[in-house]
């Protein structure tokens, strides 16, 4: 594939780049009050406005020749093809097919993977039921009432920002937790007010080898053993998801309680396959089914709808434009949803595990910036700390900002304050305040110029109708396939993550370095030498 700085596309960008930067939103609007009519998208039941982005026509229609030149629905129909785009790993990425319905096949290696996907989400829905409805008992033969996975990552992330999102659709009766950190305080939390009686362990990993998840489920164990006073209570209080079921049985799990997935799922791209076995057990079969359905209708939508009107791709080619053109460092995603409190953690994984990448598909290192920076905090809370950078601070942040037209608890009227809010922080991030308004609104002269609110802050703004199981497939699809269409343009491998191994090795090889007892002589740098002295000696 050609270099992408050297695509004739890219090259009209940086000039139209360099035409339109200093247009203000406020002059772009005035020119062209259509735009609020004309850059607005629908699809699986999201509705993005995108017009309070500094584009023009000319801009969105460079940015669509972008797309094609780079091969972005070609590199799409690969991917839901089941050809091995993680060239890397020489693997299929079929997240897909995770939520796919009954009836579609999709091959790899020629052999279709829909059946088997059903079959292990009808051992899900069925464990789940059996859960849920209390036939499935602990060793004591009382309820299960509490279940805690353990798992870090995409074996974390997903299932507790969907518990958070989808919590008014939870089981009430029980309780969930979720322990990722190798600090014991996680678990020691998490499980401190639990019954063992009435609690179950689903070991969620990927590999079944990561040292946090391993570590957290040896201590579950013995915490487990240690409460019940007998070994084969594991058998009755323990459930696996994994691709790696002989590590699974070397570990003790009982293989009924075990649920697989495969390597063509990405551990940021779980939340949907077996790992999302919490959620299920949660908020019940059907509704994890209505959320592979809203997953699914927005692959449909990516699969299908025109790129004009293709929410992921204008997602994911506005994101560019910033990161690349305006040399915007971050994305800000604020959701104004108090549920949707770790959307911006999981966010954060999706986009920078896959495309925080420093050389492309052909293994030459990029000349161009790839994967911003996500954060993010719901709203309004995120306006009473940082959103005062947003507004008056030197850097330009693109936001997000997701809304629900219909809320789900009963004060209703406190939605109007939530979505007025919404609103009014993507108007004022978009046209600002000048001088001479404040001097108008009579503004002491002293205060003016602290006061100005310069605007063209640009932000897209998506509304559902409300935040149920599908909205949030659809949601999270919108997201991955926007990752997709990004690691597209910028031609690197958005399925493989490399860059974490290197301190996972060094970590192993520290840990024997800490031991208590023989302390081995240091060879690592000056300063991790005296960091670990220093430890040695501090830690009592
Ligand atoms: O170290 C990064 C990572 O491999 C992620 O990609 C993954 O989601 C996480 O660790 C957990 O991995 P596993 O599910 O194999 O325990």
């Not at 009808?122 to 060793?139: I, L, N, Q, W």
């Not at 209080?237 to 994994?242: D, I, L, Y």
């Not at 299908?304 to 971050?330: D, E, H, I, K, S």
């Not at 995603?333 to 896959?354: H, I, K």
């Amino acid at each position: 594939m050609t270099v992408l700085t050297t695509s004739p596309s890219w090259h009209q960008l940086a000039a139209h780049h360099a035409r339109i930067k200093d247009i203000h939103l406020r002059t772009l609007f005035a020119e062209d009050p259509g735009r609020a009519e004309r850059f607005v998208a629908e699809g699986a039941g999201l509705f993005l406005d995108y017009s309070k982005n500094r584009i023009t026509d000319e801009t969105l229609a460079l940015l669509l020749r972008l797309a094609e030149e780079r091969g972005v629905t070609a590199r799409r129909d690969a991917m839901f093809a089941g050809e091995k785009i993680n060239v890397t790993e020489r693997r299929a990425v079929l997240h897909i097919a995770l939520r796919a319905p009954r009836g579609v096949r999709i091959d790899v290696d020629g052999a279709d993977v829909v059946p088997d996907v059903h079959r292990v989400l009808d051992a899900m829905a069925a464990f789940a039921a059996r859960v849920r409805d209390g036939r499935f008992t602990g060793h004591t033969g009382r309820r299960i009432r509490n279940v805690v996975n353990i798992g870090i990552g995409g074996s974390y992330l997903g299932p507790e920002m969907a518990y958070r999102a989808l919590r008014p659709f939870s089981d009430r009766s029980m309780t969930f937790r979720f322990v990722a950190n190798v600090d014991g305080a996680d678990f020691t939390e998490a499980t401190h007010d639990l019954d063992a009686a009435e609690t179950l362990f689903i070991i969620s990993s990927k590999t079944f080898t990561t040292l946090e998840t391993m570590t957290n489920a040896a201590a579950a164990r013995t915490w487990l053993v240690q409460k019940l006073g007998a070994e084969a209570a594991v058998a009755r209080h323990f459930a696996a998801v994994s691709t790696n079921l002989p590590g699974v049985t070397a570990f003790g799990i009982d293989p009924t309680n075990t649920f697989g997935f495969w390597d063509w799922v990405g551990g940021r791209y779980s939340m949907d396959s077996a790992i999302g076995l919490a959620t299920m057990i949660a908020v019940g079969p059907e509704n994890f089914g209505a959320m592979l359905a809203g997953f699914h209708a927005m692959d449909e939508h990516f699969r299908t709808a025109p790129p004009a009107r293709n929410l992921p791709l204008l997602l994911g080619l506005l994101t560019v434009w910033y990161n690349n053109f305006f040399g915007a460092q971050t994305v800000g995603v604020m959701p104004y949803a108090a549920p949707l409190a770790r959307l911006p953690a999981y966010l954060q994984q999706l986009q920078m595990e896959s495309n925080g990448k420093h050389v492309d598909l052909d293994g030459r290192v990029v000349v161009y910036q790839t994967a911003p920076i996500i954060w993010g905090e719901p709203g309004t809370d995120g306006q009473h700390s940082f959103y005062q950078l947003l507004h008056q601070g030197t850097k330009l942040v693109p936001c997000d900002m997701i809304g629900f037209c219909r809320p789900l608890s009963p004060l209703a009227a406190q939605h109007d304050l939530l979505m007025a809010n919404l609103f009014a922080q993507a108007e004022a991030l978009a046209f600002g305040k000048t001088a001479a308004e404040l001097t108008a609104e009579g503004s002491p002269d002293f205060q003016t110029p602290f006061r100005v609110t310069e605007g063209n802050r640009p932000t897209n703004v998506i509304l559902a109708d409300t935040l149920d199981p599908a909205t949030l497939g659809s949601l999270v699809a919108l997201y991955e396939h926007s990752v997709f269409t990004q690691g597209a343009i910028w031609a690197i491998d958005s399925f493989d993550q490399w860059g974490v191994e290197l301190g996972k090795v060094l970590a192993g090889r520290i840990i024997p370095e800490l031991g208590h007892g023989a302390e081995p002589e240091l060879t690592h740098d000056a300063s991790t030498n005296a960091l670990i002295r220093h430890y040695r000696k501090r830690r009592g």
